[in-house]
């Protein structure tokens, strides 16, 4: 009896400290999803252990290229904008505080030993499509050709709000900004692609997408708004874009682009604010890849030769990995497409 209690007890204690969110599941419903994506973390750990070994990039210098980010001025995306800047790439960081990124970038990399390369700090906030707009804008401004998009802003299992354009808060920073982001920089990616060097985009999704559903009826999750399904279908929903976008491109002989979703890892950052392993911060130290292993597949899909030619691809540790098995409808990747195209108000391809 007593070996009873102790067990329960520790389960429920490990339940509660590697919650997505800081809320408690309110009904059945709620707690099959936060069971599932408690399931999930550990076998994104386990993933990430076993697959070590390919996750591997290798940095080459190119200079004269340029790579636009969103965020990175912390988290894995500092690290990716570190390795872009080794490889002699110029960068333009999109950030809500681009004093703040300056500072902490200049902390973690010898501008000295970068000879003639340039790094741009713009603001932008990807939850707010005015000031999608604006950044593009500022983009194009200073280059007209871009050869690689990183969509790495993102936010996690925030509790509900919606932004000033009445998206929820997951959809419309980790999915809609970088649907329009992409959009609006299409010419200059495709600018910048030739016959024997692609442009690239490499949409920063997360093994989460496998437990995404999208619910084009609620999209804001009103119903029952659980955080983590959110992020779920925020995730899933960058993996069905690069999926679809990169058959419309196949179809077109003049655009050479190639589109990348990519799982990072289980990685020690700030992302999991909201989330209940802030009580055990030890925990994730110990077991969570650190930002310089996480921003390995992220520049692994942007640069590496190995990979020319075959976009589309879902991405973990260097290596292509199973995915939703709705990302493989092409019916809902269309249906997705066009929807996501009228709520932005956009034809994704000019004529
Ligand atoms: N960490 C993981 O285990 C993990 C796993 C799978 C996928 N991912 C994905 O990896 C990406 C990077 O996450 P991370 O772990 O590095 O998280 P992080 O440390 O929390 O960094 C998030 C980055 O996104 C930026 N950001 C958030 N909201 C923004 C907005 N509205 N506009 C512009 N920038 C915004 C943040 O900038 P501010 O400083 O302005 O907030 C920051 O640069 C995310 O897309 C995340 O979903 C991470």
Not at 49 to 62: A, I, P, T
Not at 74 to 96: F, P, T, Y
Request: charged share 20%.
């Amino acid at each position: 009896m007593l070996f009873f209690v102790v067990l329960s007890s520790l389960g429920f204690l490990a339940f509660y400290l590697s919650r997505s969110s800081k809320e408690m599941p309110k009904n059945w419903q709620q707690l099959r999803s936060e069971i599932l994506w408690q399931y999930l973390g550990v076998r994104g750990l386990i993933e990430d252990y076993y697959l070590r070994k390919y996750n591997r990039v290798d940095l080459f210098k190119q200079p004269g290229r340029v790579a636009v980010i969103t965020g990175g001025n912390r988290g894995i995306g500092a690290d990716v904008v570190e390795k872009l800047l080794q490889c002699e790439i110029n960068v333009i960081m999109g950030v809500r505080n681009p004093k703040e990124a300056q500072k902490n970038i200049e902390l973690r990399v010898d501008f000295s030993e970068l000879d003639g390369v340039k790094i741009y700090y713009e603001y932008l906030d990807t939850g707010n499509l005015k000031s999608v707009r604006q950044f593009a804008k500022s983009v194009q401004q200073k280059f007209n050709k871009i050869d690689i998009l990183i969509n790495n802003a993102g936010i996690m299992a925030s509790p509900y709000y919606l932004t000033e354009d009445g998206f929820e808060s997951q959809f419309a920073v980790n999915y809609l900004g970088h649907f329009l982001l992409t959009h609006l920089l299409l010419p200059q990616l495709k600018a910048a692609g030739t016959q024997d060097l692609n442009s690239r985009v490499v949409n920063v999704s997360s093994c989460a997408n496998i437990l995404g559903e999208i619910n084009m009826n609620d999209i804001n999750g009103t119903k029952d708004y659980y955080p983590p399904n959110a992020y779920n279908q925020s995730k899933l929903a960058q993996v069905l874009f690069t999926r679809h976008l990169q058959l419309l491109i196949n179809q077109d002989e003049d655009l050479h682009l190639q589109v990348h979703a990519v799982h990072p890892g289980v990685v020690d950052t700030d992302l999991f604010v909201h989330s209940s392993t802030t009580y055990v911060p030890w925990f994730k130290k110990l077991l969570f890849k650190n930002t310089e292993e996480g921003s390995r597949t992220i520049v692994y899909a942007a640069i590496s030769p190995k990979i020319e030619g075959k976009g589309g691809s879902y991405l973990s540790n260097c290596v292509r990995v199973p995915v939703n098995p709705l990302a493989k409808d092409k019916v809902l990747r269309e249906k997705f497409f066009d929807f996501t195209c009228k709520l932005l108000d956009i034809s994704f391809f000019p004529k």
